[in-house]
């Protein structure tokens, strides 16, 4: 009776351990989901913010003014660059989602990428410039993923998986 009483304990205690498992596995998926969500919503927070930066009426001027090349002063400059790194910033970090698994590749938007970076977007920034300067102290991952899917793959062009 004792060994039973016994094994009866031992298998409740398992059963409990593996209740527990149980429970912490679907905290962890739950928790996870969360996350995911807070990094689509984060992303959507940097795009708005990019956005209302493109539309101040003195970044429209410096923008548009580099485009066409006529001559710009140091501060006009300074405004095209600066939304730049924003804009290229914005960037890594998306695929610093992506490489943790927040973001899927398809949240990605690759192809408006590849339309800046190519000088085809909507906004005359000069995120060639800034990449071109700035991808030594970008996210080595990052930037093979830049070079492979961005800069290799003009907008228009056959898309490779990567």
Avoid: C
């Avoid at 071109?132 to 907008?155: C, H, S, T, W």
């Amino acid at each position: 009776m004792g060994a039973d009483f016994g094994q009866i304990i031992s298998l409740g205690a398992n059963i409990g351990v593996i209740a527990g498992l149980i429970f912490l596995a679907m905290e962890i998926r739950q928790n996870n989901k969360f996350l995911a969500a807070q990094a689509r919503y984060s992303l959507r927070q940097y795009r708005t913010d990019i956005a209302d930066s493109l539309m101040l009426p003195h970044v429209i001027d410096a923008t548009h003014k580099w485009a066409r090349g006529e001559d710009i002063t140091s501060e006009e400059r300074s405004t095209g660059l600066m939304v730049a790194i924003k804009i290229v910033e914005l960037w890594e970090w998306q695929f610093g989602e992506h490489a943790a698994g927040m973001l899927q590749k398809d949240e990605l938007p690759i192809g408006a990428w590849r339309l800046w970076f190519h000088d085809k977007g909507p906004f005359p920034v000069p995120v060639r410039e800034i990449y071109d300067m700035r991808k030594g102290v970008l996210n080595a991952e990052f930037v093979r993923f830049f070079e492979e899917n961005i800069v290799a793959q003009p907008p228009g062009e056959a898309q490779h998986s990567a």
